[in-house]
Nanobody, 115 residues
Framework: VQLVESGGGLVRPGGSLRLSCAAS????????MSWYRQAPGSERELVAS????????NYANSVKGRFTISRDNTKNTVYLQMNCLKPEDTAVYYC?????????WGKGTLATVSS
């Protein structure tokens, strides 16, 4: 299993970023996917999750209405569209999945929101 995040960077408050996570080594379309984030000095928190077919999504209260999770099962990729970004969204963003009894993680991509 391999998960590779990309799309992070530096953006001003109010701006947008689109994160991608390319998955390989498993049947991507059979598993739910999630995005987590970890800010400096804070614990890792769940940001959003999406069901295997993309029909069901869930969001942390702090990002509802601003972030959108989606997936393309033909490209084995999950996305996180982040709009109206705030300085408190600054974090390393990770994608993750559970397969059997194991959870798998990418190495993360850093999103920095600063003026």
């Amino acid at each position: 299993v391999q998960l590779v995040e990309s799309g992070g960077g530096l953006v001003r408050p109010g701006g947008s970023l689109r994160l991608s996570c390319a998955a390989s080594g498993f049947t991507f379309s059979s598993y739910a996917m999630s995005w987590y984030r970890q800010a400096p000095g804070s614990e890792r928190e769940l940001v959003a999750s999406i069901s295997s077919a993309g029909c069901s999504t869930n969001y942390a209260n702090s990002v509802k209405g601003r972030f959108t999770i989606s997936r393309d099962n033909t490209k084995n990729t999950v996305y996180l569209q982040m709009n109206c970004l705030k300085p408190e969204d600054t974090a390393v963003y990770y994608c993750s999945t559970w397969i059997g009894r194991l959870d798998y993680w990418g190495k993360g991509t850093l999103a920095t929101v600063s003026s």
